[in-house]
């Protein structure tokens, strides 16, 4: 038979399950014997079967009688008897900390006659009558439906009547009127009356705490810290103990060191002559909790003493909420406390240096994200105003400067010494170059993987994308949110790690930790809490960590970030700027000699970038791709050609020449679905002379390094192979042309030739393939495309959130690999193309690479490397390192 309800005598803190994370810790407090007023967790399980049913599950209701009656035994007094009443709290306690997100009621067993008999035995007439009417309050906002502003607006008339500053200044007369109103205002509401029963109250208090759970604040909550919504949540019913009895009396939330720095000693508040929803509520001031040495030095003392035991016990910031009765200290609730990424690597480090954790644990107590946030420049949010628009956070970092609204206004200015922000509906590869010159990135279009943020992330911009009140003008060179008008040169400020957007120039906070990165120097004791904990990372991890770097300047600052190599060069990108003019001409070739004359100029451009990348990653791989998009990105917008050369012919001019042959081009190679189309090794099957050229621009660049003296490391990759038939003809092409560089330097060139698995197919016949193929490189993002059948420029913005919100998703796919899906077919290639190949060497180069969760899955995949931008190659190597502490999953952070 299930059972659904445990005494705080029973379990501890290893049934979080189960019991919840308050209920856990409850008994856990029982057990060491700390204060803790009696009562009774009603399991997760309960609160899972009454979802699922509507009903409380069979039994339950005579388990929670059968332990209340034990709690009334224990008191001495039972629930709401007319004199000297036993009250109760109930709250929610889900498995992971939802601070506020789900419903409390407290004073439960309180009615008409209950509380004349409360005031009689506590002898304070006004504190029953405040209790009550907290009861009501609560009841009748979280049990029966009513809107919680009714009441807060007859509190606030009351005192304004009564010229009261705060509670405190309503007397008892006051508050029985005040019950009064309370209830004339339920039964206005709901067509009912204010329950009398206490059991009636226990049990509907029970079943809204379950509903709570589905609250919208609840899953709100849990789709942005990535919480099952499978979990259920626990309620906790506890004898109330009161901390507004008067001056002697009072309620407080300790921690046991600074949550916000991860400094030692008492922080707190404490708040006398109230109850603990007073001191989170902000009704009145609280005071520092060292005051409280003054105001009752024993008490005082004993909490201390008591915050040593659990944090001594729970090795970790503990986080307590207590209430003093009349001089009596009550421990009413711990948890391992929420903390900053600064606090959480500062209290790690010391807690290590303590003896109170090892240096493996010390790295399971931080995590990637943390990381994240503390490399980039953030604002100083206590001096800047209202936002004025808000868009997906992107990009973390924080940035100031002048709005421009195209990619040359953005180069010229920020060659002029100007910073500047990039606006746009959204980015192209033609924007590029602005995207270099910008402190940061605003789109109205777009999601987390449109161009605009993949490419902000891979160079470290601030990018916020998607924010959809702005109204983008370009011709106008201005945008608007509601009344607000921006124009070109007006100085805006963006938060990447919010997804923010201020008017004006917002002061900013400079990252010790990325000046770490960047320097190795050491300026404060988190920088080095942060760098005990990558040592320790790099010590341990199995997992390689490298960059995706287009530039020589990338693949430096990814070599000092710690990159073990680059994992993907994207040849594209060289395409770009004065380039393109080369490619156009490639395209628009008459014949064979014309485009080898064109490919001919691109040689010696191409080889000179790879000379640049393969010095700056000296003795490290470079995996090279060769060209991936469809030449037509290459090409003039096909509206803007047609609208030229109409404009020429409606003026009685003839269209020039240039822009006829490239709209015929643009047209003739105009695809429906072009990502699907032709591009990758396809491009390189039926565009004579392209792979020969890059693949000859990669040999001479490894001849010239190792003439040098150098030590490159070249690999040649072979994008969007669906068929083993393709890079087998690929491959030999490859060869040819390395063999022919070899004869002619005299310098044996090698240089390893794989492919990246980005369609469900090279997956599905990986050992096929694997017989081609010296090493795999996952491409995520495209086989997370390919295999959800999703457009990634599109869905983000059309649809996730209606994904997010009902469940679909727990996170989105582009973030957080897919382990059920993308993940099986990560796992089918890394088996069968081992089993064909054993030394097949495997990594992935796509935007999960520098992702938390999906680092820990690439580790139990059994991948050799992840690679992801530069400035996410300290967290990949952070996540590395727990990943190999952890074995299969992240330990817990929440």
């Known amino acids: 038979m299930v059972r659904y309800v445990y005494d705080f005598a029973e379990g501890g803190r290893d049934l979080a399950g189960l019991l919840g994370g308050k209920g856990a810790n409850l008994a856990e407090m029982t057990r060491l014997g700390l204060p803790v007023p009696p009562g009774f967790t009603v399991t997760t399980e309960a609160c899972r079967a009454f979802l699922a049913a509507g009903v409380e599950p069979v039994g339950l209701d005579d388990e929670i009688a059968e332990h209340l009656a034990l709690l009334e035994r224990t008191a001495g007094r039972r629930l709401g008897q007319p004199d000297d009443p036993l009250l109760l709290s109930v709250r929610s306690g889900a498995r992971f900390s939802m601070p506020g997100m789900m419903e409390t009621v407290l004073d439960v067993g309180l009615n008409d006659a209950s509380v004349v008999g409360l005031a009689r035995a506590s002898g304070d007439e006004r504190f029953a009558w405040d209790s009550y009417r907290r009861l009501v309050q609560m009841f009748g906002s979280t049990v029966m439906g009513v809107d919680g502003s009714l009441f807060e607006e007859a509190l606030s008339t009351l005192k304004r009547v009564r010229d009261a500053e705060d509670d405190l200044g309503l007397d008892a007369a006051d508050l029985t009127g005040l019950v009064t109103t309370y209830k004339d205002l339920v039964r206005r509401e709901t067509g009912e009356d204010f329950p009398q029963s206490p059991m009636e109250q226990l049990s509907r208090a029970v079943r809204a705490v379950f509903a709570s759970w589905r609250g919208e604040r609840a899953r709100l909550y849990r789709r942005r810290e990535h919480i099952p919504d499978d979990l259920g949540t626990a309620v906790t019913v506890q004898r109330m103990v009161f901390g507004n009895l008067g001056p002697d009396s009072g309620s407080g939330v300790a921690f046991t060191r600074d949550p916000a720095t991860g400094r030692p000693g008492l922080y707190g508040d404490y708040l006398a002559d109230a109850q603990g929803e007073d001191v989170v509520a902000g009704i009145r001031n609280t005071v520092p909790l060292t005051a409280l040495e003054r105001l009752d030095p024993t008490s005082y003392g004993q909490l201390l003493s008591h915050l040593r035991t659990l944090e001594t016990h729970y090795r970790d910031l503990c986080d307590v909420e207590f209430t003093i009765e009349r001089g009596r200290l009550w421990m009413l609730q711990t948890r391992v406390g929420k903390r900053t990424a600064e606090a959480a690597f500062a209290i790690a480090a010391e807690l290590n240096d303590e003896g109170l954790i090892t240096a493996d644990e010390a790295l399971r107590r931080v995590g990637g994200d943390g990381l994240a946030r503390l490399m980039f420049p953030r604002f100083d949010t206590s001096a800047v105003g209202e936002a004025l628009a808000h868009g997906l956070a992107a990009s973390p970092g924080a940035a100031v400067g002048a709005a421009v609204f195209d990619s040359a206004e953005a180069v010229r200015r920020a060659a002029a010494g100007e910073q500047v922000v990039l606006v746009r509906q959204e980015t192209t590869p033609d924007d590029l170059p602005g995207m270099i010159a910008a402190q940061a990135v605003l789109t109205s279009r777009g999601g987390k993987t449109s161009h605009a943020a993949v490419v902000a992330r891979g160079m470290g911009r601030v990018c916020v994308c998607g924010a959809e009140d702005l109204a983008v003008d370009i011709g106008a060179r201005r945008f608007t ?80 970030f710690g990159a073990q190599g680059v994992g993907l060069c994207r040849t594209e990108h060289m395409f770009l700027g004065e380039r393109r003019k080369l490619v156009e001409a490639m395209i628009l070739a008459d014949d064979a000699a014309e485009r080898e004359r064109t490919l001919s100029v691109l040689l010696p451009l191409q080889r000179a970038d790879f000379i640049g990348i393969l010095e700056a990653m000296d003795g490290l791989p470079v995996t090279i791709r060769l060209i991936d998009p469809p030449l037509h990105e290459f090409l003039p917008d096909r509206t803007g050609l047609a609208v030229r050369i109409a404009t020429a012919e409606a003026r009685g001019a003839e269209a020039d020449p240039h822009d006829t042959a490239l709209l015929d081009a643009v047209n003739r190679m105009h695809e429906e679905n072009p990502m699907l189309g032709l591009r990758g090794v396809r491009l390189g099957l039926v565009v004579p002379g392209l792979v020969a050229m890059q693949v000859r621009a990669i040999a001479e660049a490894v001849v010239e390094r190792t003439r040098a003296g150098g030590s490159p490391a070249a690999e040649i990759m072979v994008p969007l192979v669906g068929a083993v038939e393709e890079l087998r003809i690929e491959r030999q092409e490859v060869e040819r042309v390395l063999a022919d560089v070899s004869k002619e330097s005299g310098v044996p060139v090698h240089c390893p030739v794989g492919t990246m698995i980005e369609l469900p197919r090279a997956a599905l016949t990986a050992g096929r393939i694997a017989e081609e193929a010296e090493f795999f490189s996952f491409g995520t993002n495209d086989l997370t495309q390919t295999t959800w059948g999703f457009s990634r420029d599109d869905v983000e913005a059309a649809f996730f959130s209606a994904y997010l919100d009902r469940g679909i998703f727990a996170a989105s796919p582009f973030e957080t690999l897919d382990r059920a899906g993308v993940g099986r077919l990560v796992r089918i290639a890394v088996d069968e193309g081992r089993a064909a190949r054993p030394d097949l060497k495997i990594g992935v180069c796509g935007e999960h690479g520098g992702d938390p969760d999906s680092v820990h899955f690439f580790h139990t995949a059994g991948l050799d490397y992840v690679s992801c931008s530069p400035f996410r190659v300290p967290v990949a190597r952070l996540e590395a390192g727990r990943a190999a502490l952890s074995g299969t999953e992240a330990s817990d952070t929440r």
């Open 481 to 560: 949110v509601g009344d607000t008008t921006v124009a070109e040169g007006t100085v805006i400020s963006v938060d990447g790690s919010a997804g923010s957007v201020y008017l004006g120039s917002a002061p900013l906070i400079d990252s010790a930790v990325m000046r770490y990165f960047e320097t190795g120097e050491w300026s404060d004791e988190l920088v080095g809490a942060v760098a005990r904990a990558m040592h320790r990372a790099d010590g341990i991890r199995r997992l390689d960590v490298r960059a995706n770097a287009d530039t020589p300047e990338d693949a430096a600052r990814a070599r000092r």
